[in-house]
């Protein structure tokens, strides 16, 4: 089974500034996707980025970017100009591209972004 | 603007009492699905619906039912809540399963159930 791991609960970070949030991953498999999602106080799902396990290539979302290192099942995300709207809990996710896993998506267990003024 | 929606956003039931949320989307997706979140956990997918095809977790418990009568709509039944069962209920939906590109899962504000 895939786990997802986010050492970091908390991590805060000044206005304006660079923040970069780490995820690690387990899997035996080849083929994946990766994601990260964001969950403001007023609880909706957002996607932020997302990366796919075949492509070499960092996804880049504006302000959000991916450091994908394959070999070392790392996933972190990096917010360049941290903005007060960023401030939120991010939650990195793994979904298979097995058949037999559905859609599952496997989140880690989060880690709470604070954005200080 | 094309959505996933829930109602209620809040819902208390009593102990034992059968308890119904609601999804619905304008996305026409062809996936639904439901995830549990309790307090400061991450989400843990209960079941999910590719069209009719109902697709359960093996650790769901059986308490949790889910019906899709359209492609618009879904629902989470609890047959008899227990106070375990205090937790928000995400609903998520997508175009496909596994493609990439249509695979991306878009959320709902969620419902958050309290049991008395």
Redesign the interface.
Known sequence: AQTVTQSQPEMSVQEAETVTLSCTYDTSESDY?L?W?KQPP??????VI?Q?AYKQQNATENRFSVNFQKAAKSFSLKISDSQLGDAAMY?CAY?S?R?TS????T????TQLTVNP | DAMVIQNPRYQVTQFGKPVTLSCSQTLNHNVMYWYQQKSSQAPKLLFHYYDKDFNNEADTPDNFQSRRPNTSFCFLDIRSPGLGDAAMYLCATSRDRRRSGTDTQYFGPGTRLTVL
């Open positions: 996707y994601f999602y007023s609880r909706q799902m957002i996607l997302r796919e939650f979904r591209d058949e559905g859609s599952r998506l989140f880690g267990e989060g």
